[in-house]
């Protein structure tokens, strides 16, 4: 990240989004940094705060997104979350991602426990939660495990889900703990598929988190992978 290391650099990206947010008329700007080397962690919290400011004397809203704390470098500890929190307006908590394409392992996107436990850590940071946005998934992974026991994945939306339901003739199983449905099928390759699935109910069960731990909003990624039933639903409980 080559730009937290050079003060040119920085004060040009700054002085261009700024540019951008002004000429587009919106509101405020999302910062997405990730992979980001742990011991640039500092210097990604000062390059945040040196945007945040300048944003904010333009009267902008400002918000920058985060995973869910764990041990991992480039993924979780080069985010120092308390003190995000407090030059931005807004921590978006990316809870999802729980399995990933390069897991060793096949499983859910975000399970309810996982994300719940998310949320807890990242409290306990000292993000406040006022600031506290909940991010979740509108896609799954459609897992593959070969004959040898690897495993590879692809995105899945939820009408995709909904048409191998379908094609298949399967019957999702309700999983209490994991806050989800789940299905699984043999491919003309003989190999095995599990699907974790997101689906209204389980992102109602998810949103429910919003109002137990008094949060600020939720957001979602990635729009365009949802089924249409999902808004009213989720309008009706974050209302």
């Not at 191998?164 to 994991?178: F, I, M």
């Not at 919003?210 to 990624?221: E, F, T």
């Amino acid at each position: 990240f080559e730009v937290l290391s050079h003060t040119s650099r920085r004060t040009n990206l700054i002085d261009q989004v700024i540019a951008a947010a002004l000429q587009a008329g919106i509101d405020g700007i999302n910062l997405d940094f990730e992979n980001i080397h742990p011991e640039d962690r500092e210097r990604l919290t000062d390059f945040v705060g040196d945007i945040a400011e300048a944003l904010h004397a333009s009267n902008l809203t400002v918000s920058i997104d985060v995973t869910i704390p764990s041990s991992n470098g480039n993924w979780s500890r080069c985010y120092d979350r308390g003190a995000l929190s407090a030059k931005t307006d807004y921590v978006m908590l990316m809870a999802y991602d729980e399995h990933y394409p390069k897991s060793k392992i096949a499983g859910s996107v975000a399970s309810l426990p996982w994300v719940e436990a998310g949320i807890k850590a990242t409290l306990a940071e000292k993000v406040p939660k006022e600031k506290l946005v909940l991010g979740m998934p509108l896609y799954m992974r459609d897992w593959t495990i070969d004959k040898s026991g690897q495993v590879s994945a692809k995105t899945l939306s939820m009408s995709g889900a909904a048409q191998l339901l379908k094609e298949k003739t399967l019957v999702p199983q309700w999983l209490s703990d994991k806050g989800q449905y789940y299905f699984s099928y043999t491919d003309e390759k003989g190999q095995q598929h599990q699907v974790w699935q997101e689906e209204a109910r389980s992102l109602l069960l998810k949103a429910a988190l919003v109002s137990r731990y008094d949060l600020a909003g939720s957001c979602y990624w990635r729009k365009g992978l949802e089924t249409p039933d999902v808004w009213p639903k989720l309008a009706a409980v974050m209302t």
